[in-house]
Each structure stands twice: as structure tokens, then as C-alpha cells.
């Protein structure tokens, strides 16, 4: 008896089941209890990783099936989901069979459940063996191969124990798919796929749109569905109904019960793009334009009005009761009210001065596109035989009196001129935009670095195409500061055409297209190409959580024709064609943040400074902080390569590795493999560069462009999404209005009251911390890896990132430091790292960088 049970080792197994929150779940659960007592409940099955088996083709020698212990009596939760401990007893010989280093678990329910870790208690002469699975593990016979689990030890695939390498490439197998079919929720595949799935060509011609991805239109790949194509064009892919929110992406890349909560719940505030005729239609009878600017801040004191009567009643007909319930908010009347945005807490009209204009291109929601001009006028890189000549009509009599007593010339030499230039980007598209309701130019916006660090606007150029053609260039106008006025109120209409001009470039470029868009082909060719087993692949992975889910929900609601982006940024219908345009030009290494900001020569090359590079502007508080938090990755992932790699050979050897990479360039921005930038993958820094670009990207990168849009463009006149009329011109009524109510011109200009409330409600959205949040320097589960090196050199990268905070406070409290509050006293806090805040606090906190891109 004692022989047996020393053959006998515990296990612990934490899951959770799934949450029973309607009737189909209720009867699942009962299902579960009634295949439990028939005998039918869940096995984990131990596979040896230091025994192999003759007989199973040298795989590991497996042990007996055990049933986890319990499940009928074991109480858990009936209306949330929550974490539930199991017990399961293993007949284990450790002498004959070695330790365990993988499982099969086979679920004989009716319903899945989500599977978080598995420890075996103790295997004698070794230990402890942990398994982090984090997977939901659905009915087995949902499974055309069984579901199998690795111990938390990371291996290249050289090093893999023998009796486990075959499994490890089986599983890859299976999450690669085959790459045909229709992708059902159970499903494991991460495959490519083009963005063939926003338009519905089957609702009728308004409502198609071009397939991203191939020769026409070059786009990174996102995750395959394999949903049938629509009636009308072949090459489209058929939606769900717009309500439905079952997307397919990997379950496991699916939000978490919490998080899924949270989107929702603060989701229902943008349910108006479902009903953008009816609302709108309600809305109209009773209020139409801002009027007065007192008017677009009456939606953040909550002075607008649920429809009362009859025209409440038909607004409950259209949607479910809980979505009117979050409109109608607690006092029962009061309909869409906001949050005060921080652009206008501490003052309501700073937002309008010069001061803030520039300020906000170093420390606002889009401090990614400045450059330093280093040619006069301002060149244009549009082919001449297609647009003729584009050269900025922005001449010296323009600026040569705002120089500090600097010429031209002095002004580059001393490098002291910068300029936000959204002109090349945005001509090809002008007049197919201006064809709508929307009105319009391409910009370019000069600025001069005064002494004190802060930047001056010098002049606003605002160009249409030739009204004879595009092959005859542009047709532009030039506009200075102006202080009194009707030339006041001009300028301020300048400054609002160039910040449309900057918010559609941001939401489509520096946010959509550059983080969300490019990360999603690394996350899948992760999953196909390394195991979990491989350490690089347990580098990255904490950076890809949600991110295909988010992205799935954005092709669903808020990027698809008419959705929320297009009723909301300026470009409407054109605008994903137009990103697909930009994605030319993506080049993946000047992706990393020293490279990025030579390239705009926004910093020179110094081999005394820190990354061999000195900042022009030393006051530039995004590439400040960003450069701290690049430098504390660039460490933190050279740490951990070393440990597993000590050679460029064993790169190159690397087969998995070299398997992830061809994958990447081949397949998933396969638009662009010929590019000659990308790296072989062969040496060690190539490897760490790669790395270091993706995280920097989908945490802090994504962090700057992201969480600062409902602080600075809550306010939508700070950051108007679009133009309805063109500069008034002299002599005409439009100009009378701008000189007897410029508030009123200003208004009717920019973004209307619906589409304001409607983006508006987006970014509160997007803005939002998770509770759930797991930011940088954090991680889901600290047993994530067993070996210790990695282990010790992530928490030197804690440290580091808790000294970076400080340095940021430190900074925001220096008053020599002009940009990094402004006068609207809104501190730069978009890269606080927020490692230090274990509260789990949620909201609009507008700090913290979360790990991935999760929203």
C-alpha cells in the first residue's frame, strides 16, 4: 500500500468555469453535473518530458487518465465567473517515468471552461512542475486533436526534451490550421486573410468598398474568419449583423469576462452608429447646431435632453432597454453626458491660443508627425507627371518678420524651423473628400523654436487641387497670425483646418494603421510559428493580449462602410483606401524611436548622448519620456535574448525562429516583402531590434497616440474631425458671419453636433482604462517562465520603469520645462509607465501603458 501510493502524486488545477448568465448556460451547467455522475467529467492525462515511449514513436510515456476531484460538490459561482481549485490524483512511477512536462486534457462536458494553471505538487528528486495554460478548453469532441499543455520552461527548438518535440510541432500544426473553411468559436487557427470584410457590396454600391491588401492596395494581412463571400462581388466577404458581436477571433484572444463587460457597458454610448438615421431624426426636431461654444460645453454639464413623449417611446422601439437605460443615466433625463475633457478643465479658452496649437504637435494626442524643415519653401514628394508642381507657396515675406531677427537660412542652419505637413498625404484625396459633404484642404503648418523651448506658429498653408486638374498642381493660400479682428477669426479657422487635417492623419495613420493594423501579422505568425515552448515567443506574447479581438471589433463597428469612422474623420468612405496608400512607405526599422525621430530630424546624431542621438528640441515631452521607456525595453529584451541565445548562429538555427520571420515578411505584411529594409534575422541584434521595435510599438507607442485622445479631443473644437465649408472668401455672406459672430462661423465649420456626439462617445471609449489592465512592467502570472535569469532580469526592468515615473513627475513639476503642462495644465503623463499602481484603477486616469494594444 505505501508502494502505491508513493506512485501517486497531487495535482491542483485552477479554471474557471463558464459564467452562467442566461438559460443555455444554466442547462449546460446541469449537463456538466449529470456527465459528471455518469462518469463523463475532466481528464488530464501527464506525458513525460525525460521518458520517451518506443511504442508512441519516441513521444513521452504517458500516464493514466485522472478526473479532476469534486466537480458536482465543489461550489462556484452561478452569475459571474470566477476562479474555482480543483484536486486530481496521478498514478506516477517517477523512476520509470520520468517528470512531467506536458498534459492532455480531455473535457467530457457539455460546456467549456477556461483553463488557468495546473501544478503537480511534487515530483520526487525534482520538485514542483507548473503549467500556466490560460486557454479555454472546449468539449472534446469539439477537438479534431487533443488538447495538449507545456510546462512554464521555455526551449528553442534545438534544446526541446526528445520526448517532446513531436508535440510541439503538432500543436503548431493545429494553430496553423489548413487554411480553408469557416472558423468556428471552438477553433485554435490564426491564418491571414486581407481586409476584404468592410464593405457590404450586397446593401448596394454606397456601400462598397475596396479589398486592402495585394498590388492595388498593399495592407497588413489581419486574422482570417473564413466567412463566405457576399452575392455581389466574389471577392468580399459577408458580415454579421451588425449587433452581433461574435467576430471570430481565437477564443483565447478574446477578451476577458471583466474586460468584455467593461467595452460594453461604456459601448453603449456609440450604440447611436447602429441608428444613425433614427437618432438623428429625433435629434433634429429638437436640437441642431452648436450655436455658441457654452453650447458644445452643455454636453459635458448634461443640458441635453432625452426626447420626451412620443419620440421617446420610439427610441426604446429601437433599441434594448439596458442601451437606453445607459443613455437615459441614473436621474432618468439628462441624454449623452460626457466627462469635462482635461483640454478645458483649469481653462475653457486656452485651447485657442498659438501657444497650445504647437504645444499639442510635442505633448498631444498626435505628437508623432512634426519635423524639422530643412529646405525652403517646402518641398513635395507627389510625382509632378500626376499632380504638377506642389511646392509650398509659403514664401520668406510670409515669416521673415517672426525669426527673432533670424533669416531663413539661419533660421534651418541653427535648426529652429519645424513643420506638421499633411500635404502629400492628403492631396491625392482632396477632391474625391470635397465631393461629399465635407470641405476641405491639404496643409502645411510652419513653426519657429523660440528660446525658451516653445514653438511659435509662423504661417498655415492651405491647398486645394487645380481646378483645371490635379496635373496642374495645387491652388493654395497662406495664412499668418493674427491677433484682432476679422483676421483673428480667420487665423483661428486656419488653425481648425489643420487640426482636422492632423485628427483624421492620426486616427487613420499614427493610431489605426501604425499600431492596431501592423502589430496584428506579428501576433499571428507568432502563434504559428513559435511554440509556446520558445522563449521568444513568451517575450512577446504579454504584448499581443486582445489586440486581435479589438481589431475584430474595429472591422465590425467602427472602420467598415459607414461606420463610426467614417461618419466621424474627414476622409469618410476614402479613408481606410487612403492608409492603404500611406502603408507604402511603412518601413518596419523606422519603427524604433531613435531612428523615427532622425528621420525627422527631429534629432542629430551625437556619440556622446544616450542611443548616439541629441534631441533638437530639448522640451519635447513625447520623445523625452518615450526615449527613457525605449531605452528601459531595448535593455529588458537584450537580457533576455542573452540568455537563450549566446551566438548569431544560434539565430540563424534557429528554425522556428527563421519559420516566424519568413512568415512575417512573406505572408502577414506580405504587401511589402521585396522592401529591402528588413532585417535577414540573422544576428543577435537584428533578433533584439525586432523585438524591442514590436513592444516599443504595442505598449508605449500605442500608449502616446491613444489614451490622450479624449483629454485633448473630448473637446472636439480643440481637435475638430471635419470641415463642412471652405475659408470665406471676402464680399460673400459666410464672411459677414465670420465678422459679426466668429463663435457661430467657427461652429458651423467644423464638426457638426451629431457627428460630434457620436465621436465623442467613440473616444471616451477608446480612452478608457481596463480594470483588467495589465500594464508595462506587470505581468498576468509571475510564474510565467521557471528560469530564473529572464525572471530577475524582468524585475531590473520593473525597477527601471519605476524610476522612469518618477523622472516624469519630476519633469511635469518643472516650470522651465513650458511644454509639459501648457496653459491648459494638462501634465504629459501618456508614457507614465503606471508600473507602480497595483489598484488596478480604471477610467480616463490618461497615464499608464498598458502591455498590448487592448483597446
Same mark, same amino acid.
Given at each position: 500500500?505505501?508502494?502505491?501510493?508513493?506512485?501517486?502524486?497531487?495535482?491542483?488545477?485552477?479554471?474557471?468555469?463558464?459564467?452562467?448568465?442566461?438559460?443555455?448556460?444554466?442547462? *449546460?451547467?446541469?449537463?456538466?453535473?449529470?456527465? $459528471?455522475?455518469?462518469?463523463?467529467?475532466?481528464?488530464i492525462q501527464l506525458i513525460s518530458a525525460t521518458s520517451p515511449d518506443p511504442a508512441k514513436g519516441l513521444l513521452g510515456k504517458h500516464g493514466e487518465e485522472s478526473y479532476l476531484e469534486r466537480w458536482v460538490s465543489t461550489i462556484s459561482s452561478l452569475t459571474s465567473a470566477s476562479d474555482t481549485e480543483f484536486w486530481v490524483t496521478f498514478d506516477w512511477d517517477h523512476e520509470k517515468m520520468g517528470v512531467p512536462g506536458a498534459f492532455i486534457i480531455r473535457n467530457h462536458h457539455k460546456s467549456q471552461f477556461y483553463l488557468k494553471t495546473v501544478t503537480i505538487e511534487d515530483i520526487p528528486g525534482h520538485g514542483p512542475v507548473n503549467f500556466v495554460c490560460n486557454s479555454w478548453?472546449?468539449?472534446?469532441?469539439?477537438?479534431?486533436?487533443?488538447?495538449?499543455? &507545456?510546462?512554464?520552461?521555455?526551449?528553442?527548438?534545438? %534544446?526541446?526534451?526528445?520526448?517532446?518535440?513531436?508535440?510541439?510541432?503538432?500543436?503548431?500544426?493545429?494553430?496553423?490550421?489548413?487554411?480553408?473553411?469557416?472558423?468556428?468559436?471552438?477553433?485554435?487557427?490564426?491564418?491571414?486573410?486581407?481586409?476584404?470584410?468592410?464593405? !457590404?457590396?450586397?446593401?448596394?454600391?454606397?456601400?462598397?468598398?475596396?479589398?486592402?491588401?495585394? #498590388?492595388?492596395?498593399?495592407?497588413?494581412?489581419?486574422?482570417?474568419?473564413?466567412?463566405?463571400?457576399?452575392?455581389?462581388?466574389?471577392?468580399?466577404?459577408?458580415?454579421?449583423?451588425?449587433?452581433?458581436?461574435?467576430?471570430?477571433?481565437?477564443?483565447?484572444?478574446?477578451?476577458?469576462?471583466?474586460?468584455?463587460?467593461? &467595452?460594453?457597458?461604456?459601448?453603449? /454610448?456609440?450604440?447611436?452608429?447602429?441608428?444613425?438615421?433614427?437618432?438623428?431624426?429625433?435629434?433634429?426636431? !429638437?436640437?441642431?447646431?452648436?450655436?455658441?461654444?457654452?453650447?458644445?460645453?452643455?454636453?459635458?454639464?448634461?443640458?441635453?435632453?432625452?426626447?420626451?413623449?412620443?419620440?421617446?417611446?420610439?427610441?426604446?422601439?429601437?433599441?434594448?432597454?439596458?442601451?437606453?437605460?445607459?443613455?437615459?443615466?441614473?436621474?432618468?433625463?439628462? &441624454?449623452?453626458? +460626457?466627462?469635462?475633457?482635461?483640454?478645458?478643465?483649469?481653462?475653457?479658452?486656452?485651447?485657442?491660443?498659438?501657444?497650445?496649437? *504647437?504645444?499639442?504637435?510635442?505633448?498631444?494626442?498626435?505628437?508623432?508627425?512634426?519635423?524639422?524643415?530643412?529646405?525652403?519653401?517646402?518641398?513635395?514628394?507627389?510625382?509632378?507627371?500626376?499632380?504638377?508642381?506642389?511646392?509650398?507657396?509659403?514664401?520668406?515675406?510670409?515669416? $521673415?518678420?517672426?525669426?527673432?531677427?533670424?533669416?531663413?537660412?539661419?533660421?534651418?542652419?541653427?535648426?529652429?524651423? +519645424?513643420?506638421?505637413?499633411?500635404?502629400?498625404?492628403?492631396?491625392?484625396?482632396?477632391?474625391?473628400?470635397?465631393?461629399?459633404?465635407?470641405?476641405?484642404? =491639404?496643409?502645411?503648418?510652419?513653426?519657429?523654436?523660440?528660446?525658451?523651448?516653445?514653438?511659435?506658429?509662423?504661417?498655415?498653408?492651405?491647398?486645394?487641387?487645380?481646378? %483645371?486638374?490635379?496635373?496642374?498642381?495645387?491652388?493654395?493660400?497662406?495664412? !499668418?497670425?493674427?491677433?484682432?479682428?476679422?483676421?483673428?477669426?480667420?487665423?483661428?479657422? =486656419?488653425?481648425?483646418? =489643420?487640426?482636422?487635417?492632423?485628427?483624421?492623419?492620426?486616427?487613420?495613420?499614427?493610431?489605426?494603421?501604425?499600431?492596431?493594423?501592423?502589430?496584428?501579422?506579428?501576433?499571428?505568425?507568432?502563434?504559428?510559428?513559435?511554440?509556446?515552448?520558445?522563449?521568444?515567443?513568451?517575450?512577446?506574447?504579454?504584448?499581443?493580449?486582445?489586440?486581435?479581438?479589438?481589431?475584430?471589433?474595429?472591422?465590425?463597428?467602427?472602420?467598415?462602410?459607414?461606420?463610426?469612422? $467614417? /461618419? !466621424?474623420?474627414?476622409?469618410?468612405?476614402?479613408?481606410?483606401?487612403?492608409? *492603404?496608400?500611406?502603408?507604402?512607405?511603412?518601413? &518596419?526599422?523606422?519603427?524604433a524611436l531613435p531612428a523615427d525621430l532622425l528621420k525627422r530630424g527631429i534629432a542629430v546624431p551625437d556619440s556622446s548622448c544616450r542611443h548616439g542621438i541629441r534631441l533638437v528640441i530639448e522640451d519635447y515631452p513625447f520623445a523625452v519620456d518615450g526615449l527613457e521607456i525605449w531605452d528601459a525595453i531595448e535593455t529588458w529584451v537584450r537580457e533576455y535574448c542573452n540568455v537563450y541565445y549566446t551566438s548569431n548562429d544560434m539565430v540563424e538555427g534557429d528554425d522556428e525562429l527563421q519559420n516566424w520571420w519568413k512568415d512575417v515578411r512573406n505572408e502577414g505584411h506580405g504587401d511589402l516583402k521585396d522592401r529591402k529594409w528588413w532585417s535577414e534575422m540573422k544576428t543577435k541584434?537584428?533578433?533584439?531590434?525586432?523585438?524591442?521595435? @514590436? @513592444?516599443?510599438?504595442?505598449?508605449?507607442?500605442?500608449?502616446?497616440?491613444?489614451?490622450?485622445?479624449?483629454? +485633448?479631443?473630448?473637446?472636439?473644437?480643440?481637435?475638430?474631425?471635419?470641415?463642412?465649408? +471652405?475659408?470665406?472668401?471676402?464680399?460673400?455672406?459666410?464672411?459677414?458671419?465670420?465678422? #459679426?459672430?466668429?463663435?457661430? =462661423?467657427?461652429?458651423?465649420?467644423?464638426?457638426?453636433?451629431?457627428?460630434?456626439?457620436?465621436?465623442? #462617445?467613440?473616444?471616451?471609449?477608446?480612452?478608457?482604462?481596463?480594470?483588467?489592465?495589465?500594464?508595462?512592467? %506587470?505581468?498576468?502570472?509571475?510564474?510565467?517562465?521557471?528560469?530564473?535569469?529572464?525572471?530577475?532580469?524582468?524585475?531590473?526592468?520593473? %525597477?527601471?520603469?519605476?524610476?522612469?515615473?518618477?523622472?516624469?513627475?519630476?519633469?511635469?513639476?518643472?516650470?522651465?520645462?513650458?511644454?509639459?503642462?501648457?496653459?491648459?495644465?494638462?501634465?504629459?503623463?501618456?508614457?507614465?509607465?503606471?508600473?507602480?499602481?497595483?489598484?488596478?484603477?480604471?477610467?480616463?486616469?490618461?497615464?499608464?501603458?498598458?502591455?498590448?494594444?487592448?483597446?
Open positions: 500500500m505505501m508502494e502505491e501510493r508513493s506512485k501517486r502524486v497531487k495535482g491542483r488545477v485552477v479554471l474557471m468555469k463558464k459564467g452562467v448568465l442566461d438559460f443555455h448556460d444554466i442547462k *449546460a451547467n446541469v449537463l456538466d453535473r449529470v456527465h $459528471e455522475l455518469l462518469g463523463k467529467g475532466v481528464s478548453v472546449y468539449p472534446a469532441h469539439r477537438y479534431t486533436h487533443d488538447r495538449v499543455f &507545456f510546462s512554464n520552461k521555455a526551449y528553442l527548438p534545438c %534544446q526541446t526534451p526528445g520526448p517532446l518535440r513531436k508535440l510541439r510541432e503538432q500543436e503548431l500544426e493545429v494553430l496553423r490550421g489548413k487554411g480553408v473553411g469557416k472558423l468556428n468559436e471552438w477553433d485554435r487557427v490564426y491564418d491571414y486573410a486581407y481586409y476584404n470584410d468592410l464593405g !457590404t457590396p450586397d446593401d448596394g454600391p454606397h456601400y462598397t468598398r475596396p479589398v486592402l491588401g495585394g #498590388s492595388n492596395f498593399p495592407y497588413p494581412r489581419r486574422g482570417r474568419t473564413g466567412r463566405p463571400h457576399t452575392k455581389t462581388d466574389p471577392k468580399t466577404e459577408s458580415r454579421l449583423h451588425l449587433l452581433n458581436l461574435n467576430v471570430y477571433v481565437p477564443r483565447d484572444e478574446q477578451f476577458g469576462h471583466v474586460k468584455f463587460s467593461d &467595452f460594453l457597458a461604456y459601448a453603449l /454610448k456609440s450604440v447611436a452608429q447602429v441608428l444613425v438615421p433614427e437618432i438623428k431624426s429625433l435629434c433634429d426636431k !429638437t436640437i441642431n447646431e452648436f450655436d455658441t461654444f457654452e453650447d458644445v460645453l452643455s454636453i459635458y454639464e448634461g443640458s441635453i435632453k432625452m426626447p420626451s413623449g412620443p419620440l421617446a417611446v420610439k427610441l426604446r422601439e429601437l433599441v434594448p432597454y439596458e442601451i437606453v437605460r445607459e443613455l437615459i443615466r441614473s436621474d432618468g433625463e439628462k &441624454f449623452l453626458k +460626457f466627462p469635462v475633457p482635461d483640454v478645458i478643465k483649469a481653462n475653457k479658452t486656452a485651447w485657442r491660443t498659438d501657444d497650445e496649437f *504647437a504645444r499639442e504637435m510635442l505633448a498631444g494626442v498626435n505628437p508623432v508627425i512634426i519635423r524639422r524643415l530643412q529646405e525652403f519653401p517646402p518641398a513635395s514628394k507627389l510625382d509632378p507627371k500626376l499632380y504638377g508642381d506642389q511646392t509650398s507657396s509659403i514664401r520668406e515675406v510670409h515669416i $521673415e518678420n517672426s525669426l527673432n531677427g533670424l533669416t531663413i537660412d539661419e533660421a534651418i542652419q541653427k535648426m529652429r524651423l +519645424f513643420i506638421l505637413d499633411h500635404h502629400d498625404a492628403l492631396m491625392p484625396y482632396i477632391s474625391r473628400i470635397n465631393s461629399t459633404n465635407t470641405k476641405t484642404y =491639404a496643409s502645411r503648418t510652419l513653426l519657429f523654436l523660440q528660446d525658451d523651448g516653445t514653438l511659435k506658429p509662423l504661417a498655415i498653408e492651405l491647398s486645394l487641387p487645380h481646378p %483645371q486638374g490635379e496635373q496642374h498642381g495645387a491652388v493654395s493660400k497662406v495664412f !499668418t497670425p493674427a491677433r484682432e479682428g476679422v483676421s483673428a477669426s480667420v487665423w483661428q479657422l =486656419a488653425k481648425a483646418y =489643420a487640426a482636422v487635417n492632423d485628427s483624421g492623419y492620426h486616427q487613420l495613420v499614427s493610431h489605426w494603421l501604425y499600431t492596431h493594423a501592423v502589430i496584428e501579422p506579428f501576433i499571428i505568425a507568432t502563434h504559428r510559428q513559435l511554440s509556446i515552448l520558445h522563449p521568444i515567443h513568451k517575450l512577446l506574447k504579454p504584448h499581443f493580449r486582445d489586440t486581435m479581438h479589438i481589431n475584430a471589433l474595429a472591422r465590425h463597428t467602427l472602420i467598415n462602410a459607414g461606420g463610426v469612422l $467614417e /461618419k !466621424t474623420v474627414f476622409p469618410g468612405k476614402f479613408a481606410l483606401e487612403m492608409s *492603404a496608400i500611406i502603408y507604402k512607405s511603412w518601413v &518596419f526599422t523606422e519603427q541584434e537584428e533578433l533584439i531590434e525586432s523585438c524591442t521595435i @514590436i @513592444i516599443w510599438l504595442a505598449s508605449a507607442f500605442h500608449a502616446a497616440v491613444n489614451f490622450g485622445q479624449y483629454p +485633448f479631443a473630448g473637446y472636439l473644437p480643440n481637435r475638430p474631425t471635419v470641415s463642412r465649408r +471652405f475659408m470665406p472668401e471676402p464680399g460673400t455672406p459666410e464672411y459677414e458671419e465670420l465678422k #459679426s459672430d466668429p463663435d457661430l =462661423a467657427f461652429l458651423k465649420t467644423i464638426t457638426a453636433q451629431f457627428q460630434t456626439l457620436l465621436g465623442v #462617445s467613440l473616444i471616451e471609449v477608446l480612452s478608457r482604462h481596463s480594470t483588467e489592465e495589465v500594464y508595462l512592467g %506587470q505581468c498576468e502570472n509571475p510564474e510565467w517562465t521557471l528560469d530564473a535569469e529572464p525572471l530577475a532580469a524582468f524585475e531590473r526592468f520593473r %525597477q527601471n520603469l519605476l524610476k522612469i515615473e518618477n523622472n516624469i513627475m519630476e519633469r511635469n513639476k518643472d516650470k522651465r520645462l513650458k511644454n509639459r503642462n501648457g496653459e491648459v495644465k494638462v501634465p504629459y503623463t501618456l508614457l507614465y509607465p503606471n508600473t507602480s499602481d497595483y489598484s488596478k484603477e480604471g477610467g480616463l486616469t490618461g497615464k499608464g501603458i498598458p502591455n498590448s494594444i487592448s483597446i
